[in-house]
Nanobody, 122 residues
Framework: QVQLVESGGGLVQSGGSLRLSCAAS????????MGWYRQAPGKERELVAV???????NYAGSVKGRFTISRDHAKNTVFLQMDTLKPEDTAVYYC????????????????WGQGTQVTVSS
């Protein structure tokens, strides 16, 4: 099993910045993709940004140019730097990873964090 623990959410004014962190722990052999999704009230969960082991990234169009995803492979940690925040960025942000473990014989599966609230006031 893999556990994801997020930190860094909070309340910020429009135009401000926040940095989210997520650390994966447990019986991990390897992690392929790590990233962030978000869910606003009354809306479906949507992709924000993901990053692969090789460093390839994918961003939602609404955050491109404002958010930056990065990863510390040695610490199994992913970060999301959020700049120029807007009220429409308000949501619960969920950390995600696709991991294999405890050995290479095990299949990869998806894991989710418990979520961290980000609120942007206008």
């Amino acid at each position: 099993q893999v556990q994801l623990v997020e930190s860094g959410g909070g309340l910020v004014q429009s135009g401000g910045s926040l940095r989210l962190s997520c650390a994966a722990s447990g019986r991990i052999f390897s992690i392929d993709v790590m990233g962030w999704y978000r869910q606003a009230p009354g809306k479906e969960r949507e992709l924000v940004a993901v990053i692969t082991t090789g460093g390839s990234t994918n961003y939602a169009g609404s955050v491109k140019g404002r958010f930056t995803i990065s990863r510390d492979h040695a610490k199994n940690t992913v970060f999301l730097q959020m700049d120029t925040l807007k009220p429409e960025d308000t949501a619960v942000y969920y950390c995600y990873c696709n991991a294999k473990g405890p050995s290479s014989w095990h299949s990869s599966r998806d894991y989710w964090g418990q979520g961290t609230q980000v609120t942007v006031s206008s």
